[in-house]
């Protein structure tokens, strides 16, 4: 599981770190506007900052969208479906 990072969003929302580029970010930025879940977004391109936080927890790799949940772990590219229900957990 990935260490908790300062970007740890608060409950019921969390922090999705995208590029301009990544259609499954744009994707999963609309589902969740339509369900109205509130999100973060940081622009890896924007703020390269964090770049070393989304290579971290996908085993080295630059992956967008990565999800971060509010007790701190992380999934790339999930579902909708999942980022309900793990929310709601």
């Known amino acids: 599981m990935p260490e908790l990072t300062p970007l740890t969003p608060d409950e ?3 922090t999705m770190f995208t590029t301009t580029w990544c ?21 890896l391109e924007a703020s390269p900052e964090h770049v070393d936080f989304v ?4 085993a080295g790799n630059r992956t967008v969208p990565t999800v971060v949940f509010p ?3 992380a999934a790339t ?3 909708l479906a999942e980022v309900k229900q793990r ?3």
């Open 12 to 14: 019921g929302t969390i």
């Open 23 to 43: 259609g499954y970010c744009t994707r999963l930025k609309g589902q969740l506007s339509r369900e109205g879940v509130p999100f973060t977004e940081i622009d």
């Open 55 to 58: 290579e971290r927890v996908n």
């Open 71 to 73: 007790d701190g772990t």
């Open 77 to 79: 590219n999930p579902s």
């Open 87 to 89: 929310l709601a957990g």
